[in-house]
């Protein structure tokens, strides 16, 4: 079985990262190197499909994000195959890929017969996939085709830095729970504990606290060494984004919280006393 992964030129640790995760033979591997990366499908669509016609692939994976999910989807109707996309794991001996579904609360299995199958991967926390490197393997180059007629003009938005609560080492993950605490006491006692604070996306909606600071399914994904869920009944949708952290401890006035199940350390009582108490055995 011979496996295609479709990356853009420079190293991605995303992918080496999901490739040590996952049993597939180094052997069976190629890797086609979209060099420069296009700025719509088009550029590169025929010119995957003509590649694959040279060096057919049973399976094509692409990487996280529009771009991907939009390549894999088109080509495997091209090339009259399967596709899934946002895939958590894959047997490529088996033919069954895993994938999140319900807001991630269910993790779902599913069976592909179809060939070639084109994969696009899900997002994974930035910090875990720093040092991955891909493996050697032979390489062939996709140069994309000049842009479409009815694209008039690309406007480049100015480089983002990487947000602070994807490089932090303990983050506090606040829920709707006590939803009189106002942002300012909640980011003092951040600063107090010395973590990054990120937001549940409902406390978000309710107004008053920073809209890039969500967490989960549709937020940041993060991997700390700890990570301080409070007032937080434990959501799937939320808990996707801290579930790759090392030590969780959750704070939930509920003791049936689902939280507690996917927690290293449970605190049943009001978070914000809880917080506060660390926070001065913090400073002293």
Known sequence: MKIAIITESRECNAIAGWLAQNDLNMAELE??????VPDVA???LDVLATQWSLTPADILIFPAGPLGDELATRLAWR???GCVCQVQTLDAQQGLVTKSHWGNALTATLHIAAHPLCLSLARQPEVSAVGKT???MREHQIVPIASPDWL???????????HPLLQ???VLVVGQGGSDVDADKITAL????DVEVGYSRARVMNGGFDAERVMGISGHLVSPDVCI???????AALMAGVRQSRFVVAINNDASAPVFSQADVGIVDDWLPVLEALAACAET
């Open 152 to 162: 008039d003009c690309v406007e480049s938005a100015s480089s983002v830095s990487t």
């Open 168 to 170: 932090a080492s303990h």
């Open 31 to 36: 890797r086609w190197v979209i060099d420069p």
């Open 79 to 81: 090339l009259q195959g």
């Open 134 to 136: 891909l493996p050697m």
């Open 42 to 44: 088009e550029q590169v």
């Open 229 to 235: 869920v409070a007032g937080a009944s434990g959501a």
């Open 190 to 193: 951040g600063q107090a504990l």
